[in-house]
Nanobody, 118 residues
Framework: QVQLVESGGGLVQAGGSLRLSCAAS????????MAWYRQAPGQQRELVAR???????NYADSVKGRFTISRDNAKNTVYLQMNSLKPEDTATYYC????????????WGQGTQVTVSS
């Protein structure tokens, strides 16, 4: 059974940085497409960034140039480095394993809260 466990969220001032981690188990991590999503109160969950097994990345326009997704296959872990954080980045961030067929999420982590104060 696939398990995804996020960590690294917290409270930070605007302009600050955080690094989220997502440790995966129960899957051959190196072949998976992995992604980070976020959901703010009252809003739909949205894709933040995605990384393929080969390291190709995609980002939401709102985070381009500020966030970086990366992966360490030896540690079965995907990361999200978040710099120049803004209050509008406040949300619960979720790690997801993504289907190769249509890029839809197949498994979710429990989420980690990121709060950016102004």
């Amino acid at each position: 059974q696939v398990q995804l466990v996020e960590s690294g969220g917290g409270l930070v001032q605007a302009g600050g940085s955080l690094r989220l981690s997502c440790a995966a188990s129960g899957t051959i991590f190196s072949i998976n497409i992995m992604a980070w999503y976020r959901q703010a109160p009252g809003q739909q969950r949205e894709l933040v960034a995605r990384i393929t097994s080969g390291g190709s990345t995609n980002y939401a326009d709102s985070v381009k140039g500020r966030f970086t997704i990366s992966r360490d296959n030896a540690k079965n872990t995907v990361y999200l480095q978040m710099n120049s954080l803004k209050p509008e980045d406040t949300a619960t961030y979720y790690c997801a394993r993504v289907r190769l067929s249509d890029f839809s999420p197949s498994n979710w982590g429990q989420g980690t809260q990121v709060t950016v104060s102004s």
